[in-house]
């Protein structure tokens, strides 16, 4: 029997064969076996949400999966953190939801809509976002925690993504989704056509990924010899920080501004990193493997926030990143990576943050106390 969905499972093998070439040849090939493990385990990981985003939905019958968390292996990706949670669910933009649930812990909350310029393609403009400073106490909050709210029907509404950030993932209680259509459910018939087109646009959605990472390390300083001329990619050192636009690549928050950078360290050497984070809902600073996936929770300390950091006399905050756990109270761990990337973001900011200061020092040098 010929059908069009065999045609895109094939497909969909032939793009998953293809993939690994961003990461094993040419000018973004990774120097290490723990990166090249790293690559085939993003494969499977964003094949996973892949298959949640585009062939197991029901837009009529939405259902919340995870997407990030501090705990799941197969959920770390993405740009993710250990303070997190996100869920995901596609949507109609022709529909009503109620969205609701219990706070929990949570120090900050939101549902941001995104839209979907074709099938499989990511999102380039926020459609919406309400957050829980958006909503009225007593009315749409109660005193239990208790939350709800509807959304839609919205132009260009395709999908929604929430979060949830805990002062303390391993203590904290999450937040609860819980999503409806409040308009009668399609039927459900998964033809050959549609699967077809979902596999598609699972196959484009992973090219798009994997055309972003692995990220770049830029060189080091002591390495550069650029005869006089800038190099716009330094390790060891952040780009300015930014706030997220409403026209955006990917899911990302329009209320949080970001900054990035890449480290390259030697066993016994630290980076000491230094910021005056400003008035916020929450702040943190995350170690990331080249594939912007982090380690779980329980594997050690590699983030730190504003609920759990300890603040320098001046309110400025100092950060010590190393292979190995260093013994400041802020210090986070690379978990023995020598190179990777680091993300600082911080939500609500009164303003665009300062540009994080960055030294490298020898590791037996790094301060081990608050100034």
């Not at 022709?94 to 499989?120: L, M």
């Not at 459900?188 to 196959?203: G, N, V, Y």
Request: overall charge negative.
């Amino acid at each position: 029997m010929s059908a069009e969905s065999t045609t895109a499972w094939r497909e969909l093998i032939q793009t998953l064969g293809e993939l690994d070439r961003g990461f094993t040849e040419g000018d973004r090939a990774v120097s290490d076996d723990r990166h090249l493990a790293d690559g085939y385990r993003m494969l499977a990981t964003t094949l996973g949400v892949a298959f949640d985003t585009y062939l197991f939905a029901e837009r009529s019958r939405p259902q919340f999966v995870e997407l990030n968390t501090p705990f799941r292996r197969d959920r770390r990706w993405g740009g993710d953190n250990t303070d997190a949670w996100y869920h995901l669910c596609p949507v109609d933009e022709h529909r009503r939801y109620r969205i609701s649930g219990n706070r929990g812990d949570s120090v900050y909350f939101s549902v941001t809509a995104y839209n979907e310029p074709a099938p499989g393609s990511w999102s380039d403009r926020i459609v919406a976002i309400v957050n829980d400073s958006d909503l009225d106490a007593g009315r749409q909050v109660g005193a239990d925690g208790e939350f709800s709210f509807e959304i839609g029907p919205l132009p260009g509404m395709a999908v929604l993504v929430t979060r949830d950030y805990q002062a303390d993932p391993l203590t904290g209680r999450p937040v609860s989704w819980r999503i409806e259509a409040l308009d009668a459910p399609d039927p459900i018939r998964h033809s050959d056509a549609e699967t077809a087109a979902s596999l598609r646009a699972c196959a484009a959605w992973m090219r798009t990924m994997f055309a972003i990472v692995p990220l770049t390390v830029g060189a080091r300083v002591d390495d550069v010899h650029a005869l006089g001329h800038e190099t716009g990619q330094v390790a060891n050192s952040f780009g300015e920080p930014y706030q997220v636009p409403d026209a955006n690549f990917g899911w990302s928050a329009r209320d949080a501004c970001y900054a990035y950078a890449s480290f390259d360290l030697d066993d016994d050497e630290a980076l000491v990193i230094t910021h005056r984070p400003p008035s916020c809902r929450f702040w943190n600073l995350v170690v990331w493997n080249q594939f912007m996936a982090g380690h779980t929770a329980t594997d050690a300390r590699i983030s730190v926030n504003g609920a759990t950091a300890v603040p320098n006399s001046d309110g400025s905050v100092t950060v010590v990143v190393s292979k190995s756990q260093a013994a400041h109270p802020n210090a986070i761990s690379t978990v023995d990576y020598p190179r990777g990337n680091l993300a600082f973001r911080w939500f609500h900011a009164d303003q665009v943050p300062e540009r994080p200061q960055v030294e490298v020092v020898k590791l037996a040098d790094a301060p081990t106390l608050v100034t």
